[in-house]
């Protein structure tokens, strides 16, 4: 999990506005990809204690302001079934191996009410036995190849996506919002836009328990992915200095293994979901009785406010 939540993503939580721009309104039909559960916990760590079920009003007034402001065609939440999948652990053990614990998750309870009640509100909420909200994202960005696809996350494993000029992230930022796209990528980390995947790989990300290649840091695992591109071009490269050839041999086992745990996974069976954005709520009487029960009254009307003005607008457009 990223270091100081409630400092880097208050104002993403707090602000009447997430941010707009030509990207939100170029006449296209344009997807909205929720990763839940990355959103939902910066919610819980960026929402006063003091609010009730303080993870889901600050997950449900972000929803609001995101519908307002990027206007999405449809839209899906996307859910982590298994926070840690095995497949992942068998390929590497170590990963996430910092985030297990013995004392219960305080945000478990609100993720599980949250998917309720977006359940009955009518979204698409998704996810799949032993796969990650990362790997659904993945696999729905792939499987509408003719629609721009638009990610809010606060994963930057999701930046591994990113293909312009169809697909960017929206990352939670101070002030509001990144938009993500391969020339951002290039001008933040000074790699090719496409090549996050394999820099993090031989960065490593603490955030999952990735150590990265042993005596490759960020500056130089940079400069490589510039020089080569990928992480098949930069092993099987005839030029490279003995010293880097050295480390990428010694961590062989480890890249194979990583490449498994980084790279979402793209072509999960997920069956066929209606995902656009609902006129009325499916489940009126779940959305009333979870709006009364947990004191979600502001946070829910102003989610279907954002909800009836869109779809207002999508009619008479």
């Known amino acids: 999990m990223e270091v100081n939540l409630s400092q880097q993503f208050s104002a993403f939580f707090q602000s009447e506005h997430i941010g707009s721009g030509p990207e939100a309104r170029e006449g296209h039909r344009m997807l909205l990809l929720i990763d839940y559960s990355s959103m939902l916990y910066r919610a819980y760590h960026s929402t006063p204690a003091t609010v009730p079920m303080n993870a889901v009003h600050g997950f449900l007034g972000s929803l609001a302001r995101i519908i307002q402001d990027r206007k999405p065609s449809g839209l899906a939440v996307c859910c982590d079934n298994d926070w840690r999948p095995q497949f992942r652990v068998d390929a590497l053990p170590m990963y996430k191996t910092h985030r297990v614990g013995d004392l219960p998750d305080p945000v478990t309870p609100q993720e599980v009410l949250g998917r309720e009640f977006l359940d009955a509100l009518g979204l698409a909420v998704v996810g799949w036995p032993g796969y990650e909200a990362e790997d659904i994202v993945a696999t729905l960005a792939h499987a509408h190849p003719g629609e721009v696809i638009e990610i809010l996350s606060g994963d930057r494993d999701l930046f591994d996506l990113v293909e312009d000029p169809r697909i960017r992230v929206l990352y939670p930022a101070k002030g509001g919002i990144q938009i993500v796209t391969e020339s951002w990528i290039t001008e933040k980390y000074g790699i090719p836009g496409r090549s996050y995947g394999d820099f993090a790989l031989l960065r490593g990300d603490p955030s999952d328990g990735l150590p990265g290649v042993a005596g490759i840091g960020e500056k130089t695992a940079a400069s490589l992915m510039a020089r080569y591109g990928n992480l098949q071009a930069l092993q099987s490269a005839s030029d490279l200095n003995p010293k880097v050839k050295a480390k990428l041999e010694a961590s062989a ?17 997920l069956p066929q979901r209606d995902l656009s954005l609902p006129e009325q709520p499916r489940d009126p009487q779940t959305v009333a009785r979870i709006t009364q029960e947990y004191s979600l009254s502001n946070a829910v009307q102003r989610l279907q406010k954002a909800l009836h003005e869109l779809t207002a607008l999508k009619a008479r457009s």
């Open 253 to 269: 086992d480890y890249l194979k293994a990583a490449a498994e745990v980084v790279m979402p996974v793209r072509n999960l069976p």
